[in-house]
Structures are given as C-alpha cells and as structure tokens.
C-alpha cells in the first residue's frame, strides 16, 4: 500500500492552498473543515463537478459542486449560520438563466453558501432563520439553467448575489478528498464544531 494515502487529505490542502488566486483565503484539511456534504448523513451522491470543471465551472465559478439528486431530495445547510435570501417560485425544467430557486446562508466568518436549482417550492427555510449544520433547508430540483436534476453548492466571501468569485472548500465528511468529479460521496457522520 502506498504509504501516502493516508496523507491525501492533507496533501490535497497544501495543493490547491500553494496554487490558489490571489485573495483566495487558504482550504483548511477535511478534519479542520467548517463544511459538510449539503445531504443527509449516510446518503451517497454522485459529484457531476468540481473545481474547475469541464462544463462551466470556471472564473467566478471555478470553485463549485454539482452533485446529482432527484427532483425533491433533502438539501441539509452544509454549515450552520444564518439564511439571508431565497427564491422557490420558478419551475423546474425550463432551462431559462436567472430563474433558479435557492437559498442563501450567512455564516460566521462572513462567508456565504450558496444552494442552486431547488425545485418549485423546494426552500424549506425563510429568510432571517438560523440554521445549525445539517438541518434540512430544501429539496432539490432543476430550476433555471440546469441541463438536469441537481444541487450546485458553493461558498463565496462577503457576496451574495450570482457572479461573486467562490473560494475553494473542502468538506470534513466527504472521505480522502471531495474534487473528483464521477465519484460518489457518501455523506459520514461528523462531530459537531
């Protein structure tokens, strides 16, 4: 066995921490993570894209997550903190940019994550609500420019609206790393921060 596996998370880290933009706050370790994977623990889902994927998730996106789920499938805060905008009232399916359900959440550090594509009605939360990390806030569809059923997760610094720059994260439940587009993450039960 390579003797390095067990140091992947670690070297993951330094990697994207020595290659990231200027003004892009440095990734913690899985371990020292603030995030966990936007679904119920024990749920498996598959990572379509990641970090600077091949199909749009470049610029302001670079730092992105689409992870498939079904049309109505628990959306869970991957971070606790509190929700500042919604939006559930556009259908699923119409493929049209600007008309995506999804939630915004404030935390602590001033950073916000961002939850996309809900379905019609799919923001379980109102605005001005506290969330703790895992609690169920939505259910996911395919509002707005998705070519699919999935939730698209990212968190950007001090910028709530679409086209903020997203900062790189990793999440303390995903396992080895949480990049890999085509694998699937099951999300491990964490211990609370």
């Known amino acids: 066995m390579n003797k390095y596996v ?20 440095p990734v913690a370790a899985p371990d020292d993570s603030s995030y966990v994977l936007p679904f119920p623990v024990g749920v498996g889902r598959q990572l379509i894209q990641g970090n600077n994927g091949p199909w ?5 996106i670079a730092f992105a997550f689409d992870f498939v789920m079904p049309i109505g499938s628990p959306v869970t ?4 903190g509190e929700v500042v905008k919604i939006e559930k009232r556009f259908r ?4 049209v940019p600007g008309e995506e359900n999804y939630i915004f959440i404030r935390h602590a550090d001033g950073t916000f994550g961002r939850y996309y ?3 019609f009605g799919g923001a379980l939360v109102d605005s001005g609500a506290r969330v703790k990390r895992g609690d169920l806030i939505g259910r996911s569809g395919t509002s707005g420019a998705s070519a699919g059923p999935h939730l698209h997760f990212d968190v950007t610094r001090e910028c709530a609206t679409w086209g903020c720059q997203t900062i790189p994260i990793v999440f303390r439940n995903a396992g080895a790393d ?15 921060r």
Do not use: E, M, Q
């Open 117 to 119: 594509h809900l379905t």
């Open 178 to 192: 949480s990049l890999i587009a085509g694998t699937t993450y099951t999300a491990t039960s964490y211990t609370s």
């Open 56 to 60: 749009g998730h470049t610029g302001p």
């Open 77 to 80: 805060a991957a971070r606790g």
């Open 6 to 25: 067990g140091s992947l998370p670690l070297l993951l880290a330094v990697a994207v921490n020595f290659c990231r933009a200027p003004g892009v706050p």
């Open 92 to 95: 699923d399916g119409t493929k």
